[in-house]
């Protein structure tokens, strides 16, 4: 055998048992995101209500938590420069399409970005409400520390789900978060039953 078989045999066979790890991790990883589902959320277990803000939209009106109240309301914190949310805003998109009259929200809160630069990344990609945090105070309020970051509040106006980061299943995930609270109870039909 020629001593370059024989050299990439040795450092082809070291490099292949250097990669079975990787390869392993990977695999597991794939089998999380596609069976996974909520695993990567995080379900309060005792939900507190979620903190009230008031921002400005994209072209200066005001919006409040408050103005969805009896909504399940999904806040992903978002920039134009991040490469995951850029993976993440089509399936909240798509998310809004189908639930919005199932009354569901969708807000885009922008992290700290010139409102000229947003309107016209997002002018032709997005249709969900854009708010603007130009100074972060909601985001330092709801303890976001990277980005992507997900809150998912309950009729009621409770914080039930978070989600930090991204790692694939966006939409199956959070589909099956919605359908979860859509089938629970309007706070209204609960108050009606105890009268």
Avoid: H
């Amino acid at each position: 055998m020629s001593a370059l078989r024989v050299s990439a045999l040795r450092y082809g066979g070291a490099c292949f048992r250097r990669s079975i790890p990787a390869i392993l991790g990977l695999a597991l990883l794939a089998a999380g995101c596609a069976f996974g589902g909520r695993s990567s959320w995080e379900e309060s277990e005792s939900p507190v209500a979620a903190p009230q803000f008031s921002l400005a939209t994209l072209y200066g009106e005001p919006a409040q938590l408050s103005d969805y109240r009896g909504r399940i309301v999904v806040i992903e914190f978002w920039a134009t420069w991040c490469g995951l949310c850029r993976q993440t805003l089509p399936s909240v998109e798509l998310l809004q399409k189908k639930y919005r009259d199932r009354g569901v929200q969708m807000l885009l809160v922008n992290l700290a970005e010139d409102p000229y630069k947003v309107r016209k990344w997002a002018e032709d990609r997005l249709k969900c409400a854009i708010l603007l945090d130009r100074k972060k105070q909601v985001a330092r309020q709801y303890k976001v520390v990277g980005i992507p970051a997900f809150f998912v509040i309950d009729r009621q106006g409770r914080l039930r789900f978070t989600k930090r980061g991204y790692g694939g299943g966006l939409e199956q995930d959070l589909s099956g978060i919605l359908d979860e609270l859509l089938s629970e109870m309007p706070a209204s039909s609960i108050e009606a039953d105890r009268g």
